[in-house]
């Protein structure tokens, strides 16, 4: 019943399940994995896809020999899964190269190398089957405002993925890209810090239409916001191109955690919106296990992100068919129909009429919302009591 299946479009980073347990405070807890252990360990818990950053699979010092036979090693272990790797991205973050930045770096050589490293990045992204490339960009950002003007890197960011969508129509390239927003670390503040200033970043760019935003639950978390408002904004601007899914407690630092481990009602809400939507993309879970953890529960760390998600789609399920929530919803967005001839297109005859109508604020103002009795009904129903 909660076993995941290709059709539910379950994936997972080489980076997350192969987190080796490093941390600002503490060494490796984990030995490394290959990518094509990688890809043996996410068959084996079922998932349908796998990511990954350039340097996930390709070491940025391998030599030209070395890349061939990881490629050719990964692109065997695909084909003997059946694995697919629906999301690729760059790693723009890690070689000290980029420690001020990538697209944003105040050095126009770096700046250069993050447009060449991409490229080279997408062409293997490509190559591997990739459809959706993200962008996150983790040292975009600044510790002090002193050295950078934000205008002009803002302008240096949209400069490069300008380029960069120019570069995959040139190509011929089958390829959308998804902005991720992360409000502050590794940097101090990081620019485009949440999926809104993305979505109002994107309308900028001249290729609108190839861009989209990866919205992530513990990076608007670690902004003190409702994930599943910034996932609707998406959705509604048809934006929702890929989706980052994790947990975070809010205030903190970026945990990354199980889907659904800290806040059990928000994720259910998020699955409840992605249902109700019809959301047919990758269900991407970039988060990975405990530093405490060993790979057999690093495995239940990555069964438990999908068995988690197919619990809540259950509940949705249940949600909706529930008689006495539904028959509080109704009574929640009962309509009259009497505001009927004010809805819809503005015209200078219904202003007048409705400037003209007299409305009673007091009653209005005495109607109350069961929203107690029936956010209890959704908590009975995660209890498991309904
Ligand atoms: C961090 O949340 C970022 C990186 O892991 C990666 O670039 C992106 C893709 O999911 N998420
Ligand atoms: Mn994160
Ligand atoms: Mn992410």
New binding site residues.
């Given amino acids: 019943m909660y076993n995941p299946k290709p059709e539910h479009k379950f994936t997972f980073?080489l980076?997350t399940v192969g987190n080796v347990g490093r941390d600002p405070f503490g060494e490796p807890t984990r030995k490394a994995l290959s990518p094509v252990e990688i890809v043996h360990l996410l068959a084996e818990v079922g998932a349908y896809g796998v990511?990954f950053?350039d340097n996930d699979l390709i070491p940025i010092d391998a030599t030209p020999a070395e890349r061939d036979r990881i490629k050719w090693n990964f692109k065997q272990a695909l084909n003997e899964t059946g694995l697919v790797v629906p999301m690729a991205?760059t790693n723009l973050f890690s070689d000290p190269a980029f420690k001020d930045g990538a697209f944003t770096s105040n050095d126009p050589k770096v700046r250069a190398y993050a447009l060449h490293k991409t490229m080279h990045a997408i062409d293997l992204g490509v190559e591997m089957g990739a459809s959706t490339y993200?962008f996150?960009g983790g040292r975009e950002g600044t510790e002090t405002d002193a050295g950078k003007d934000p205008l002009e890197a803002g302008k240096w960011f949209r400069e490069g993925l300008n380029f960069l969508c120019e570069y995959v129509i040139d190509q011929g390239y089958e390829l959308k890209f998804a902005l991720?927003a992360?409000p502050n670390e590794p940097r101090g503040d990081i620019y485009l810090s949440t999926t809104g200033a993305m979505l109002g970043f994107i309308s900028t760019l001249d290729h609108p239409e190839m861009v989209g935003v990866?919205p992530?639950v513990a990076?608007e978390h670690m902004a003190g916001l409702n994930f599943t408002h910034h996932v609707a904004q998406a959705w509604d601007a048809g934006k929702l191109f890929h989706i980052?899914l994790n947990d975070q407690s809010f205030g903190r630092y970026d945990q990354d955690f199980r889907f659904g481990s800290v806040n059990l009602k928000s994720a259910f809400f998020l699955v409840k919106f992605l249902e109700d939507v019809g959301y047919d993309g990758n269900r991407?879970f970039?988060a990975h296990a405990y530093r405490t953890s060993d790979y057999e529960d690093v495995k239940a760390f990555a069964r438990g992100c999908m068995r988690t998600y197919l619990l809540l789609k259950e509940k949705h399920a249940q949600f909706s068919a529930d008689a006495q929530i539904q028959a509080l919803l109704a009574e929640i967005t009962a309509d009259d129909g009497s505001m009927d001839s004010y809805k819809g297109v503005y015209s200078g005859e219904k202003a007048q009429a409705l400037k003209a109508h007299t409305f009673d604020r007091v009653t209005l103002g005495k109607r109350g919302q069961p929203y107690e009795q029936l956010d209890q009904l959704v908590i009975e129903l995660l209890l498991g009591v309904r």
Avoid: A, L, M, Q
């Fill in positions: 980073g980076w990511n950053h991205t993200v996150w991720e992360k990866n992530e990076h980052d991407h970039d």
